[in-house]
Each structure stands twice: as structure tokens, then as C-alpha cells.
């Protein structure tokens, strides 16, 4: 009987993931219709359980607020269903007939997720619906401050996955999770990718477990609040952005930039909506007990922490119905630690010169621990809109809402989700929203729409010295190859082939690059795209002459010519027709035997 923690915590990894992959192998034969009616049924036992869920994270976590949990449980379990029903996810989701590729969705496997303390119930829910929705098992790796209301979760979730119809064992989570055993999970030889949701150290570990992985950086968001702007609603949204969840969100609204003509109206906004502005000293406490030198990480101890509570810690006190706390700074980078991210209901505040040194600040704040994640602008000035946004290095730049609902989802429209991906900038293999859409492959028929001499652009060949015409010798090479093929059927040609051969090469050679495929066999209105059918030549006059020569040689090429156009082919004695033409023909009753005129 093993007795060490790490073991004990390994070896159930293992046996839930190689769980998880027997029910994927079932799972994975499962039509759209299928996958569909599981992913509603998992959907509405989470809304069922949402408001039960959020109370249960706050209990055991201590971290943030019942009534915002609830708000994040329901955005994974209400908007995100909606959001992906209609999509195709299972067999093929495209068909394009125009360019000949079908696409065909294939799902990646086992999922393996882990889950942070923030927003542990949310944060299931929507990672088991987007794994369920493309086609995959998953299992879940819960923090282990949160591990009794994350697996309350998954159960539930599973048991609902499996009265929709779902495999057992789809849905797994480690009940004893470990650094080892998470570890385990992310480079066991069935997991197939990974959704790693947490501190910048498990989402490295993630990208270098050698799977691969969709990890998030963090957040540290800047506001500006432009000249241009409804300062008193600009306020509002930052107010009710900061202090939702006590700020666990990590695209919480962290600092506003704003000019310096700005600050007695943001100031009074702010104290309006029982914001509490901090004095010097008080900031200088609030620093040294929110922040930890010397990579100025968050203390723990305050993350997702009621102002009150926060204030008290630092030595001082403030009104219980403090809304969020709020510190006045004097730049930006580590001589500035607030213009940190807080994972709290604290908010800096940076006044400027001017609109060109706010967006200064913007890109300092993000470039100091939020790189690619996301920033916020209220304004009504459209060009200062999009100057902001075509400058920020951040993948979400939300504006005229609070940080938090406008990014996940909730107040703006970009995929609900719970995993914001921050782009190459931050070493993210994504800057998207993480949707289903992530965890499938896709892969394509692709038919042949062209040979490989007519994919080129023919003067860039020519200047390249490619040649995309026929080689030389191909006459006597085709001519030489139908020779042979004649010998054996004992069928003796009255005239070089190689000649007839070249005949028909040197047309389709001279043929304009427009015009419909032109052969000497083939009647002319076969060629003609804007010719009636009924225009063909008529059957061979009286006496077997035909009313139009005949021409030598017939590829298959001409016959799809003449079944498209509803013509016929005139043949003779002496035309040389390819065996797929003469087969394709037989079908469709296209040859006409006559003598030449």
C-alpha cells in the first residue's frame, strides 16, 4: 500500500487519464447530434448547481465574493453553451465545393486542465463544456485550496454528462492533486493537450511539458480615461470592473491613466461610488503588505480580499462598505510597484501631461507584467480609439466597459471564456479567447483542381526560367506510349502517332489562357461556354460522311467537355481515343462513328 502523498497522487493521474482515454475512444465516434444533447445536458446541471457552487468556492477558498461567483459560473454555464450552439465541431464542418476541400474536425484526445483558486467552479464548468464540445475527454487538475469545491464540480458535471449519454470516465478529476502528480498529468504519453490556467510558473511548465498547450499570461490592465470620455460613466465601469469578485479576475481593471485636466472630476466620481483614496502613508502600507519584493508578486494572503479587510492588514481603517481602495502614483515600472497587478480590489491611479503620454503609461503598465492580455479605453473619440488600440500590446482592447465582463465575454462580443490567451508577445500559442475551435484539428480532402504547369503565374516562370509548357519530346513520348498500346491490341495506325500527338499538343499549346479547353476531336460548340447545346453539328449525312471533319485524337478531357454541353464526338476509323475517354464516353453514349468528309 503506498503511503507517500506524491505517489499515491501520481498513480491516480494515471489511472484517470488512461480512464479518460477509453471513454475518448468511445466519445470520439459520436455524431454532432450526440455531442450536442451531452454538452446542453452538463450545461444546464451547472446552472442548476451555480449559485450552490459559488457559495461553496468562497468557503473554502476565502477568496472573493458568493453573489460575483455566481456571475462567473453562470457566464460558463449560460452564455458559453449559447455562444457554441450551431457550431460544428464533429465530422466534417465544411464543404467547399468551389475550391474542392472538405474539412473534417478531428478531436485532440484527453484534456488535461488546471484549474486555479480564483475562479475555481467557473473555471471547471467552462473547460469541461469546451472539451465535451469538440469531441474530447478531459481531466481536471484542481489547486489544491480548492480541490473539495472543484471536484463537487466535476461530479456533478460528470454525472450529468453521463444521463446525456456520455461514456463513463469522459469527465475525470484528481482528487489528491500534487505539484508531481500535475506535473504527471501534463506529460503523460495519453494527454493531448493542455489547458493550464494559473500562476506564470504552472503555465511555463505547461508550454515546456513537451504537449501541446494553451496557458495564459497575467494581467495587468491599464485604463485610460480620455478627455473625450462620460467621465462619470467611465468611473462607474471602472468601479464596478475593480471591485467585482474583489478583483480575482486577471483582467481586472488595475490602474487608470488619465490627464492631469481630468483628476478633480475622476477623483470625485471615484469618491462618489465609495471608492477610498488613500494619503501617502496609507499607500506606502498598502504597498508593503499587498506586494512582495523583489519580483513584486502578490501576497497571497490578499488576493480576493474585501477593502476592509486589506485596509486593516496594512494598518489602517475604512468604511465597511468600501467599494475598492485607490492609490495615487507617480509612474510606472519597479520604482513603481502599484502599477503592478493586485488580484485585489486596489486600483492606481497615473495622471499625465497629455493624451501622447497616457499612451506612454498604457504601454509601460502593460509591458511591466501584462504583456498581450488586455487594456481598456473610454472615449468617444473614435480616431483616439483606434489610435489606442493599433498601439497597445494587448489582444483585448475593450472599450467603454468594465474590464472583466467586457473581456471574458459578458458586455462585449468576444467568445465567452474563462482562459484569455495573451499572444506571442507574453510566449502564448494564442492571443484568442479559448473556445472549442482549440481543441480540434482539422483536416482536409483536398481534390486536384489544376496540373501542376498551370499553378503558376506563366511570366514569373518565364523570368524564373521555369518552362510551363509541354517538355520537349512529349509528343514522342506520348506518341511512343499509344504506339505500344495499339501493337497489343493488334491495331495498326495508317500514320505516325507521334505526328498525331503533336498536333493535338501544339492546339492546346496555342489556346488562349481564357477560352474552354479546345480539341480537334471535339464539336466546336463543346468549346463555347455561351453556345446552346443545340447548336452541335448534325449526325453523318446520308452516304456516312460527316457534316464536320473528324478529328485524330480523343482524351478524356474532351469527353467531360462534351457531356457538359450536351454535344457528341465525331470519330473515325483511324481517331485515337484513350482508354479513360473511351470508358467515360461508353456512359454516357458521347462517341459518333463517321467517315471523313
Not at 275 to 291: P, W
Not at 449 to 463: L, P, V, W
Not at 493 to 520: G, M, W
Amino acid at each position: 500500500m503506498l503511503n507517500d502523498p506524491d505517489l499515491v497522487a501520481v498513480q491516480e493521474v494515471r489511472t484517470k487519464v488512461e480512464a479518460a482515454w477509453q471513454a475518448f475512444r468511445k466519445y470520439r465516434t459520436f455524431s454532432q447530434e450526440q455531442v450536442d444533447a451531452i454538452v446542453e445536458g452538463v450545461a444546464a446541471a451547472a446552472r442548476a448547481h451555480a449559485r450552490r457552487l459559488a457559495e461553496l468556492a468562497v468557503e473554502e477558498t476565502g477568496m472573493g465574493r458568493a453573489e460575483d461567483k455566481l456571475v462567473k459560473n453562470l457566464l460558463s454555464a449560460d452564455i458559453l453553451p449559447r455562444a457554441m450552439r450551431g457550431m460544428r465541431t464533429v465530422g466534417i464542418v465544411r464543404d467547399d465545393s468551389q475550391n474542392k476541400i472538405v474539412e473534417i474536425a478531428v478531436p485532440m484526445g484527453v484534456v488535461a486542465a488546471i484549474l486555479p483558486t480564483t475562479n475555481p467552479t467557473s473555471t471547471a464548468i467552462y473547460k469541461v463544456l469546451i472539451a465535451l464540445k469538440a469531441g474530447n475527454a478531459i481531466v481536471l487538475s484542481p489547486h489544491p485550496r480548492a480541490r473539495r469545491c472543484t471536484c463537487e464540480t466535476a461530479a456533478l458535471l460528470a454525472r450529468a454528462a453521463e444521463e446525456a449519454g456520455a461514456p463513463e470516465g469522459v469527465i475525470q478529476c484528481a482528487t489528491t492533486a500534487t505539484l508531481e502528480s500535475t506535473q504527471e498529468l501534463m506529460k503523460h504519453k495519453r494527454t493531448s493537450v493542455i489547458l493550464s490556467t494559473g500562476g506564470s510558473g504552472i503555465v511555463r511548465a505547461a508550454y515546456s511539458s513537451g504537449k501541446p498547450a494553451f496557458g495564459v499570461g497575467p494581467g495587468n490592465v491599464p485604463v485610460l480615461i480620455d478627455t473625450s470620455a462620460d467621465v462619470a460613466e467611465a468611473v462607474s465601469r471602472v468601479v464596478e470592473g475593480k471591485s467585482f469578485d474583489y478583483g480575482t479576475v486577471c483582467s481586472s481593471e488595475q490602474t487608470i491613466v488619465a490627464e492631469e485636466s481630468l483628476r478633480d472630476r475622476i477623483l470625485e466620481e471615484l469618491r462618489g461610488r465609495r471608492s477610498f483614496i488613500c494619503d501617502t502613508k496609507q499607500a506606502d502600507a498598502l504597498a508593503r503588505v499587498l506586494l512582495v519584493p523583489p519580483n513584486w508578486g502578490v501576497n497571497p494572503r490578499c488576493v480576493g480580499q474585501a477593502p476592509a479587510k486589506i485596509a486593516k492588514m496594512a494598518g489602517f481603517e475604512v468604511p465597511p462598505d468600501t467599494s475598492i481602495l485607490v492609490v495615487e502614483i507617480g509612474g510606472v515600472g519597479r520604482e513603481h510597484p502599484m502599477s503592478a497587478e493586485k488580484l485585489s480590489p486596489v486600483l492606481s491611479l497615473l495622471f499625465v501631461k497629455d493624451f501622447a503620454a497616457a499612451l506612454c503609461a498604457c504601454e509601460g503598465i502593460l509591458r511591466f507584467g501584462g504583456l498581450g492580455h488586455t487594456c481598456v479605453i473610454h472615449a468617444k473619440d473614435d480616431s483616439r480609439i483606434r489610435e489606442y488600440g493599433l498601439r497597445m500590446p494587448a489582444m483585448r482592447v475593450l472599450v467603454n466597459t468594465s474590464a472583466p465582463h467586457g473581456s471574458t465575454g459578458i458586455t462585449a462580443n468576444v467568445f465567452p471564456a474563462m482562459t484569455l490567451g495573451c499572444g506571442a508577445v507574453a510566449g502564448n500559442s494564442t492571443g484568442d479567447n479559448i473556445g472549442p475551435q482549440h481543441l480540434i484539428n482539422i483536416k482536409r480532402l483536398a481534390y486536384m483542381t489544376r496540373r501542376a504547369e498551370d499553378a503558376f503565374d506563366k511570366a514569373a516562370a518565364a523570368a524564373a526560367g521555369v518552362s510551363t509548357s509541354a517538355p520537349a519530346g512529349a509528343a514522342a513520348e506520348v506518341g511512343a506510349a499509344v504506339s505500344r498500346w495499339l501493337e497489343r491490341r493488334g491495331i495498326a495506325a495508317s500514320s505516325p502517332v507521334e505526328d498525331v500527338v503533336d498536333r493535338f499538343l501544339r492546339t492546346k499549346k496555342s489556346q488562349p489562357a481564357s477560352a474552354a479547353p479546345s480539341c480537334p476531336v471535339c464539336p466546336a460548340s463543346a468549346n463555347e461556354p455561351n453556345k446552346p447545346a443545340d447548336t452541335a453539328p448534325s449526325a453523318p449525312a446520308a452516304g456516312g460522311q460527316a457534316t464536320l471533319p473528324v478529328s485524330d485524337f480523343v482524351c478524356e478531357n474532351d469527353v467531360r467537355a462534351a457531356i457538359n454541353r450536351g454535344a457528341k464526338i465525331y470519330i473515325g476509323p483511324k481517331t485515337i481515343v484513350t482508354p479513360a475517354a473511351r470508358d467515360l464516353a461508353a456512359s454516357h453514349d458521347i462517341l459518333v462513328t463517321a467517315q471523313r468528309s
